[in-house]
Each structure stands twice: as structure tokens, then as C-alpha cells.
């Protein structure tokens, strides 16, 4: 099996421990992974600001960079959405529908295709889990609040496996955190005003750690907790995962 | 062109293709304890139950409960010597804006919500389960159906001029969401579950 | 409140609104606590997904056999002894209630709760043409009251403060100062409308669904207020939109059992009242309007929003909703459900709307009739863009933005750039100018990108 590393542009700018977790990670689980080093952006910014028409060479090159893999991961739910809801090729429709069926958010390929059952991590801290809507209501990594059907959750089933960890509680278990892409810039007041409350969600609970499968959405609440001086530190998931 | 063949042709031309309609009977599932489960409906959502034997019994607790002077008006010819006896629509609308307490019977309810259901022809006039203060229905324990798919089963080929579902007494949380009972029609609804 | 006329677009009016923090937390834990009673009512209905699912279909049907079903419907409703009026747009609506009024030399109205007449600006048109109208539901008189638009579809004003309300109570029904119990309040409200309801010879209310099969249409409400008008009138007027066909008296179990679960976490409101046929020596109207939903119906990506019933789930859950205010959206229906209708009736104006919005889904979730809001909301923005009502400005950086990212040159160098930027010269972005750091921080620049790490670390 051979996997191509999709590491979303801010993450690779701005986040490079998750990327390296996600990647050492999956080398651990035996997994033969490739990071296509020609890639850049899945096209999303744009497309969610109404400018999907202009995402024709972000879909090419991702073609390009990922139709040889039989697996393509990447580590945030929204981005791995967008492409599997918007990537398309006009001359060969069929090579999108392909290549986007093949591609998987990080944690619902370890927990879909990998099947993992154990991990070798310890994290001894207080740890509040941001579920990032793109993945949670886009890509059904966890049940939604708003549906009457069984509980389940795939990033939580993992944490869970991690040694020593406890995930706290949050009075709103599914709120989204108001980064919402260029929204967070547009509508400035409102965005800020979500992440301070989803902030205080996990503060008031006694979160240590946020983690969740979005840097963007960690990003968001990072800046929110970096300004109010809190020591509260976010990680996406697959650091706390690939731990010690 | 008249509007109407303007929005028709607009309608038809723009309607998508016809899809099947979906089947509902499947969302009829049997139930069981359906009148406690009627009675804790009724209860959730502010309304009085009363499980009685028969009307003498009604009569008692009406005795015992509404002994002020006042206006009361049944559609119920069983409780004649109670109250104001209405057989007809005679009566004019505005002729019952001083009515305290009315009694009319229903002979269909709904144990998941606590509605019950009341055509015209058990008021006679449509407004008087809405003006009166006070709203007691009587009721069969064995016409208490489990959802509201029951319900219209049951209704679906009946006529009437009107009829409605009452759920409960009138009220509103309009205000801060704070629940207040009695904001047009009745302040309070009872009713007589009869054995 | 001139501040608010000033600005029509939802970013600046949620700014405004969110200038009171106090304020926006008591709105949305307001919204979120019937958003929480919405969860366990339905969590009560085993069958609920199947419910959605059912009734999704049906609105598909009716969507689908749209002419047909108006036809038959108005046929019975003629039959019933119902007047049947159909209006193109607000304008025809509107010269219909007042043409009925005038022929019964009405200069008075009591009205019900109706989206639509908000939707066509009723009540501006017929007092400007000498009819007085009283709303009837308390939440719509108050805004009346306050001459304000609803700033719910289900709660109107919810945005109002008990105390702001005693005052408006005070001011106009000579209330004593200071008495802002909810329970006060109301009474005097039914005191008041009790008189009114007992003198107006003509109702308007709204309809939440019209039965093709039999002719008749059902308006809910808990307060009692429609019937209360209606049968003490000799007029009703019943206005609705041309989406609010149901083909069977049966669908209704399947729509009232999902309307107010969502809406409020009731299991149904307290009446759910079916009128067929107008009462002896009375007259019964209904007004049919299309205002534009003719022109959704034919916009494939759009025209499930005509399945919508109107219980206002959407908004309650709303992260956005709930913290911005019913007003920021500067449309008689506010919330995500009205961001995906009002472009449809004026893109231009409307333009901001689709983009107030994470996309998060949620309001896709909690629809009784499974409109996929968070999906139109994201079409509607290609359409904007393609017609070409975003700032030029926004247009030129998304083609640079595709430039850079189409090319991995490009990208590479602009990576290079903006963290060096954040890293030596934090001052020149870190300012009032970029909206980020007015409650943000940047992220720490890393020394190096994954890809310049994955070079070092990796041979490939």
C-alpha cells in the first residue's frame, strides 16, 4: 500500500510539528508514505469565498501530485471535504471521482482502512477535543448533536487509546469555533466572538490541551488564547497520537 | 393573462420532473401504556387530566372546583344541569366573551403530544373553546390514538367546516422565553379522561 | 440606531450588535436553550431521521407536481366556499387585502402571525392607505410596538430585554414604569387584544399548510390568537406563499409532528386549527402569492428551499445566528434559511447574506425537511461572484491567491515571504488594518516548512 501525504498549505507553513506527527505516525504503522513535494493548496480558500471557478489549477496539480497513490491522507478534515465534495477535471471527470475516493482525513484512516486498535502514546494531561465541522458533519468522523442516531466518534476512539490522557467535557460538545476560511477576516466580530466562547468551553472545563483534526479551526482558538495570555496550548491530533 | 395563469404556466414550467410520493403508513408503530402516556403529555405541556368513571363524577369535581358564580357553557347535553346547555350554532361569536368555563367532548386523542381533537360540530360555535377562560374536554380512554399518524387515519376522510387540535392551554414565551399560560384563549385546560 | 441605518450589510450590523458582549451571550444562550429543548423532543421520536426523510420527500413531490396541486387545491377551496385570490408579487398581494377591506368598508385589522405579509411589507402598505393593523401574537405586537421588523420567524423579539419591553408596554398601553414581568405583561397584552379581537370584522392570518385533497388550510399557533381573530371576524383573510401545499390531509401528521419539535421543543403547538369552510354568512379569502418563488423553483441548486416550513430551527442553532441578531440580516426572514431565500428576490442587495456563514452545517442538520442550507449557502456564493456583486478589490486577490497556489514556485517563495514577514517584522501585519489581530494572535513562525523539513529529513 502506498500513501501520498497531502499536508494542507497553512500546515505546512505554519504547522510543521502535526504534519511530521501525521507522517511519523503512519511510518510506525507500517504504512509506506510519500509526501509529493510539488503540492500546495487544496483550492478551498477560494472556493468558499464563491470563486470555485477559479480552482482549475489547484484541482490539476492535486491530480497531478496524487493520482499514482492507492491512498491519499491528509490531516484536516476541511480540506480533504472540500476536495471530495469540489475536485473535478473537465477532459477526465472519471480521474477525480477516483482519486477523490481514495482519499482520507488522518483519523478516519487509521480508523477506517488501518483498523487500529492500540497505540504506543501517553499524554498525562487534561485534553478537550474540538470537533471540527467540516470532518464531524462533512466527513461523519463523530456524531452529530443534531441527528438522532447512535453515538460514535473516531477521532475520540483514538484519543481514547492513548495512555493516561482524559478528555474533558464541554457544555457544547459540537459548536464550531467560527474560523469558517476567509470568514474569520470578513466577518471579523462574529468569528471572534465564537472562538472566545468555544475557548471558554474548554477553559471552564479544564482543558489543558485542545486538539482536534483542523489546524485551521486550532489555529483560530490558538490566537484567541495566545491574546488572552493563556498557558492552555492547542495540538492537532495526530501529535497527541504519535506521543511519547 | 391573469396572475393566475401566469403563476400557473411560471410553476409548470419551472417544476422539476415528478418524483413518487413517499409511502407514510410505515411511520404508523404501535405503542404501548398510550393513555399514560397521553396523561404525561397533557401534564408536560400545562394541561389538567382527570380520570373519571362517568359524567356524575365530572359533575362532582366541577362542583368541588369551579363553586364561584360564573359563566359556564357546555355543547354536552349529559351536563345540562351544570351549565349553560349549547345544542345549536345560535349563539352568536361575540355573545360568549364573558363565558368562564365550557365542557365539550372530544372523541379523538393523541397520546404523543396530548391534542386533542375537536370539530365544529362538537362547539357549534368555532370560537368558544378559544374565548372561554377555562377549557375542559371530555374524552374516552379507548379513543386516545399513539401518534399523530393515528390521528389522521382516523380523520382522513371525516368532513367538517372546521376543527382543530387543542394541545394544552393557550400561551406564549415571547417574552425572555419565559412560559405564561393564558395568553388569548384559555387560561387553563382540563380534561376528563373517562374510563 | 443610526448607526444601524447607516450600514446594510451583515458584517458591519453584527459588529454593532457584538459592541455589547453581555448582550450577545444572553442572546445566544437564549437561542441555544431552545436549540437544547429542540434536542430532547426529538431525541423522544425513535423515528425521527425517518420523519425528516418522509417529509423531505413529500415537499419533493409537491415540488415536483407543483400546478397541479395548486389547481386541485383551489378547485376544493372553491367548492368549499372559499374566495380564492392569486397575487404575482407583494405589490398584487397587497391590493388585494386592501380592495377586500375597502369592499367591506374595513378600515380596521387584526392580523396574525404571517411571514409573508412581513415578507411583502403589509402593514407599511395599508397604513399608508388609512387600515389600521394590530398584531395579534404578542412577540409581533411588541415589535410592532417598537416598529421594528421580527427578528425570528418563530420569536420575534426574542432580541428585546423583558425590561425594554415594560417600556414599551409603559410607553404605549400605560403600563406602570418599571414593570417588566413577563406574566404582567402578557395579561395585559390579552386585555388589550381581547378588545381588539372583539371589534375587528376582518383577520388576516398566516397558513402553515394547504391541503390539495380537500380545499382547507391549517394555521398553528399557541397562543390562540388566529382562531381568536378568525372566528370572531367576518372576514378572514388567509395569505400563503405558493410553497405551502401539502396533496394530502394525512402529510399533515407527518409535518406537525416535525414542526414544532424543531421549532420549540413542544410536541406540538397548543392549537393546530383546520379551516375549510368559511362560517355561515362570513366570508373566507385566501390569497395565493408567488413573489418570486416561481423563479426559485426553476434554480435546481435552490429550490429545496421552498421546502421550508418555517419552525426556525435553523436560526436557533445558528452559531452565527445567535451572535449577530435576527436584525444583521436585514431581511423580513433572517438566519440561514433566509440567506438562501433573499438572494433569490434580490441578489444585489442580498449579496452579503450567503457569506455570513462557517458552512458549518449544523442548520442542515436540525431541518425538519432536510433542506441542505449549508450546501445552497455555498452555491449561492459562486453565484454572487459569477454576477459579479463582490468588491473588485476581493476578486483581484483571489486570482493572485490562485496564481500562487497553482504554481509551486510561486507558492514556495510566498510561504518564504509571509513567514518571514511574521517572524522579523511582526509590526507591519500585526496592526488595526488586518481584522485578524483585533481579537488574534498570529501562530509562532516555524524556522522551517514541513516540505523544506521533509527535504532534510527524508530522502525521496
Known amino acids: ?182 470568514f474569520c477576516v470578513a466577518e471579523e466580530a462574529v468569528s471572534s466572538k465564537m472562538g472566545k466562547d468555544r475557548v471558554e468551553d474548554h477553559l471552564h472545563n479544564g482543558a489543558e490541551y485542545i486538539t482536534g483534526v483542523d489546524m485551521s479551526c486550532l489555529m483560530h482558538m490558538e490566537g484567541i488564547l495566545h491574546r488572552q495570555g493563556s498557558k492552555v496550548k492547542v495540538l492537532h491530533i495526530a501529535e497527541i497520537l504519535n506521543g511519547e | 393573462m391573469t396572475s393566475r395563469e401566469k403563476i400557473l404556466s411560471d410553476v409548470k414550467t419551472n417544476q422539476p420532473d415528478l418524483t413518487t410520493m413517499p409511502d407514510v403508513d410505515f411511520l404508523l408503530q404501535e405503542d404501548v401504556d398510550v393513555p399514560e402516556k397521553f396523561i404525561a403529555a397533557l401534564t408536560a405541556i400545562g394541561g389538567h387530566v382527570i380520570e373519571v368513571k362517568d359524567y356524575a363524577a365530572i359533575k362532582a369535581f366541577i362542583a368541588e372546583n369551579f363553586q364561584q358564580p360564573s359563566r359556564k357553557i357546555t355543547t354536552i347535553s349529559q351536563l345540562g344541569d351544570i351549565a349553560e346547555y349549547i345544542e345549536d350554532d345560535s349563539l352568536a361569536p361575540h355573545s360568549l366573551e364573558n363565558v368562564d368555563y365550557t365542557i365539550i367532548g372530544s372523541d379523538l386523542a393523541v397520546a404523543e403530544n396530548g391534542a386533542i381533537w375537536i370539530t365544529e360540530d362538537k362547539i357549534h360555535t368555532r370560537v368558544l373553546p378559544f374565548i372561554s377562560q377555562h377549557l375542559a374536554v371530555t374524552v374516552k380512554r379507548k379513543d386516545i390514538v399513539p401518534t399523530m399518524h393515528y390521528a389522521y387515519n382516523k380523520i382522513a376522510s371525516t368532513d367538517y367546516g372546521f376543527a382543530t387540535f387543542i394541545a394544552g392551554p393557550s400561551k406564549t414565551a415571547d417574552i425572555e422565553q419565559s412560559l405564561v399560560l393564558g395568553a388569548h384563549g384559555a387560561r387553563s385546560m382540563t380534561v376528563f379522561l373517562i374510563n | 440606531m443610526s448607526e444601524i441605518q447607516n450600514k446594510t450589510n451583515h458584517a458591519d450590523l453584527a459588529e454593532v450588535f457584538n ?68 397575487a404575482v408579487d407583494a405589490k398584487e398581494h397587497n391590493q388585494i387585502v386592501l380592495d377586500i377591506l375597502k369592499k367591506h368598508s374595513i378600515d380596521q385589522m387584526v392580523k396574525s402571525k ?89 383577520a388576516l392570518t398566516g397558513v402553515n399548510f394547504a391541503i390539495a385533497e380537500t380545499g382547507e388550510f391549517v394555521v398553528c399557533t399557541n397562543e390562540g390568537n388566529a382562531d381568536m381573530g378568525a372566528h370572531l371576524a367576518n372576514v378572514h383573510i388567509a395569505s ?192 488595526k488594518l488586518n481584522p485578524w489581530y483585533k481579537h488574534r494572535d498570529m501562530p509562532e513562525p516555524p524556522k522551517e516548512s514541513f516540505g523544506e523539513w521533509y527535504k532534510k529529513n527524508r530522502n525521496n
Request: proline share 5%; net charge neutral; charged share 20%.
Open chain 1, 1 to 182: 500500500m502506498k500513501v501520498g501525504l497531502f499536508i494542507p498549505c497553512y500546515v505546512d507553513q505554519f504547522y510543521p510539528g502535526a504534519a511530521i506527527a501525521c507522517l511519523q505516525l503512519l511510518e510506525k504503522l507500517g504504512v509506506d508514505v510519500v509526501y509529493p513535494k510539488n503540492q500546495t493548496c487544496c483550492g478551498q480558500p477560494m472556493a468558499n469565498s464563491g470563486f470555485e471557478h477559479l480552482t482549475g489549477g489547484c484541482n490539476d496539480l492535486f491530480i497531478k501530485n496524487f493520482s499514482e497513490f492507492d491512498y491519499v491522507v491528509g490531516p484536516s478534515g476541511s480540506c480533504v471535504l472540500h476536495l471530495k465534495e469540489h475536485l473535478h477535471n473537465h477532459d477526465n471527470p472519471e480521474i477525480a471521482t477516483t482519486l477523490s475516493n481514495k482519499l482520507y482525513e488522518f483519523t478516519s484512516f487509521l480508523t477506517d482502512v488501518l483498523k487500529v486498535k492500540t497505540l504506543p502514546a501517553r499524554f498525562p494531561h487534561k485534553v478537550g477535543v474540538h470537533q471540527s465541522c467540516h470532518g464531524q458533519r462533512g466527513l461523519h468522523l463523530s456524531q452529530m448533536t443534531e441527528l438522532v442516531a447512535p453515538e460514535f466518534s473516531k477521532p475520540g476512539s483514538l484519543l481514547n487509546m492513548v495512555k493516561d490522557i482524559e478528555l474533558v467535557h464541554l457544555s457544547r460538545k459540537d459548536e464550531c469555533c467560527g474560523f469558517g476560511g476567509t
Open chain 3, 19 to 86: 459592541n455589547d458582549e453581555a448582550r450577545v451571550d444572553w442572546h445566544d444562550e437564549t437561542l441555544w436553550w431552545i436549540r437544547s429543548k429542540r434536542d430532547v423532543a426529538v431525541n423522544k421520536i425513535s423515528n425521527w431521521e425517518d420523519l425528516r426523510e418522509t417529509a423531505s420527500q413529500i415537499k419533493h413531490n409537491v415540488l415536483s407536481n407543483l400546478s397541479s396541486y395548486l389547481q386541485q387545491f383551489e378547485s376544493n377551496a372553491l367548492t368549499n366556499g372559499i374566495t380564492v385570490h392569486w
Open chain 3, 114 to 202: 404571517s411571514m409573508l405579509t412581513e415578507e411583502c411589507h403589509l402593514n407599511d402598505f395599508l397604513e399608508e392607505n388609512g387600515i389600521n393593523v394590530i398584531d395579534s401574537d404578542l412577540g409581533e405586537r411588541i415589535v410592532q410596538l417598537a416598529k421594528e421588523m421580527p427578528s425570528h420567524i418563530v420569536l420575534p423579539c426574542i432580541h428585546k430585554k423583558k425590561e425594554e419591553i415594560g417600556e414599551l408596554f409603559h410607553q404605549h398601553l400605560g403600563t406602570p414604569a418599571g414593570n417588566a414581568d413577563p406574566q404582567f405583561l402578557t395579561e395585559t397584552a390579552r386585555q388589550h387584544l381581547r378588545d381588539t379581537f372583539l371589534t375587528r370584522r376582518a
Open chain 3, 240 to 431: 400563503m406563499g405558493i410553497e405551502k401545499i401539502i396533496p394530502e390531509r394525512k402529510h399533515l401528521g407527518v409535518f406537525l409532528r416535525l414542526l414544532t419539535r424543531s421549532a420549540t421543543g413542544q410536541p406540538i403547538t397548543t392549537y393546530s386549527s383546520h379551516f375549510k369552510r368559511p362560517n355561515k354568512g362570513k366570508e373566507m379569502h385566501i390569497i395565493i402569492v408567488d413573489n418570486g418563488r416561481s423563479i426559485q423553483l426553476g434554480r435546481e441548486d435552490f429550490r429545496n428551499s421552498l421546502k421550508c416550513i418555517r419552525c426556525g430551527a435553523c436560526m436557533n442553532t445558528c452559531p452565527v445566528y445567535r451572535r449577530s441578531g435576527g436584525h444583521s440580516y436585514h431581511n423580513a426572514i433572517s438566519g440561514p434559511i433566509g440567506s438562501i431565500l433573499a438572494p433569490n428576490l434580490d441578489m444585489e442587495k442580498y449579496a452579503d447574506l450567503p457569506f455570513a456563514s462557517t458552512l458549518c452545517g449544523s442548520c442542515t442538520n436540525v431541518c425538519p425537511v432536510k433542506i441542505d442550507i449549508h450546501q445552497q449557502l455555498y452555491k449561492w456564493r459562486q453565484v454572487i461572484v459569477k454576477n459579479g456583486y463582490v468588491p473588485a478589490a476581493k476578486t483581484v486577490s483571489m486570482k493572485i491567491m490562485d496564481w500562487t497556489l497553482s504554481s509551486p514556485t510561486a507558492y514556495h517563495t510566498a510561504g518564504k515571504a509571509g513567514r518571514f514577514v511574521l517572524k522579523y517584522a511582526p509590526v507591519i501585519v500585526n496592526n
